[in-house]
């Protein structure tokens, strides 16, 4: 019928308005909801419910489940046992409501690793870091100076599942997912590090200034793990660009930077 939306085309009406999860199987007019209606609709609630999986094991309190977040990631010895042990870590209750793990993109023997924050929509539904509208416009960024995830770029993320509602992750969440950050960074061991954005620059180098203070500065970055220091650089987050394009400047010259300085280690 003329001006009726197509199927495909109301779920993506609903993906829009940000509505990304089902809870039932019939949609409610809630505008003539009678005392049948409700009683009709906490039905199909409990019906919903006794249809989901099992309750999964309570999530171990946070002090435990930092202990062992740290034990498992100082034990991986390798990139594919790293994310064998995280897709196993239970004390991030992230996972939950997740789709799946989002663990990271790229050529792993790359000489520059980039860390964002979290997953959102898009990365959660693909499993891959920053395929959604801001990892389009990271993936021009760069580009635009010789970088690619496909020939020379490592991606992840600082949090490996995806906050409900694209939330910003909570200090606990950072917490335990530090861990394993700082682990995945000393395996691939890059020559350069990018933080892609606020939350990452402050969960890394532990501080409280804000990107705008952080960015287009020189850091050096190092674990307990490491050898030695890697160079890190903090970079606006591409969200914020889409947001404010008048920052897209400040992002150019921060890229040169980075490009300038991979030059200069013959890494690019
Ligand atoms: N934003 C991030 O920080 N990481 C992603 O993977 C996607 C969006």
């Not at 609903?14 to 089902?22: F, H, S």
């Not at 993936?139 to 496909?150: A, T, V, W, Y």
């Not at 890394?204 to 203070?213: A, E, F, K, P």
Request: proline letters at 6%; aromatic letters at 6%.
């Amino acid at each position: 019928m003329e001006g009726m939306l197509s199927p495909a085309q109301l779920l993506q009406f609903y993906l829009d308005c940000g509505v990304d999860e089902l809870l039932g199987e019939d949609s409610i007019n809630r505008f003539e909801l009678t005392e049948t209606a409700v009683g009709a609709l906490s039905a199909t609630v409990m019906q919903t419910t006794a249809a989901l999986p099992p309750a999964l094991p309570p999530v171990t309190g946070t002090i435990e489940a930092l202990g062992d977040a740290r034990e498992r990631a100082r034990g991986a010895a390798s990139l594919d046992e790293l994310r064998a042990c995280l897709e196993d870590f239970k004390g991030i209750a992230l996972r939950r409501t997740a789709t799946q793990m989002v663990f990271a993109d790229g050529v792993p023997s790359a000489k520059i690793m980039l860390v964002g924050e979290a997953p959102g929509g898009d990365e959660d539904r693909i499993g891959r870091p920053f395929v959604g509208l801001s990892g389009q416009l990271l993936d021009r960024m760069l580009e635009s100076i010789g970088l690619s995830r496909q020939s020379n770029v490592y991606i992840t993320n600082v949090i490996n599942w995806r906050p409900p509602g694209n939330r910003a992750p909570s200090d606990s969440e950072i917490a335990l997912s530090l861990p394993f950050i700082e682990r995945h960074i000393e395996l691939v061991n890059p020559s350069l590090l990018v933080f892609v954005g606020g939350v990452a620059a402050k969960a890394l180098l532990q501080t409280s200034n804000g990107i705008t203070r952080l960015r287009g500065r020189w850091v050096d970055y190092k674990t307990d793990g490491m050898a030695a220091a890697v160079p890190a650089l903090p970079l606006f987050h591409p969200a914020y660009l889409l947001r404010s394009p008048a920052q897209k400047g400040l992002a150019w010259a921060d890229l040169l930077q980075l490009r300038d300085r991979a030059r200069a280690l013959n890494i690019l």
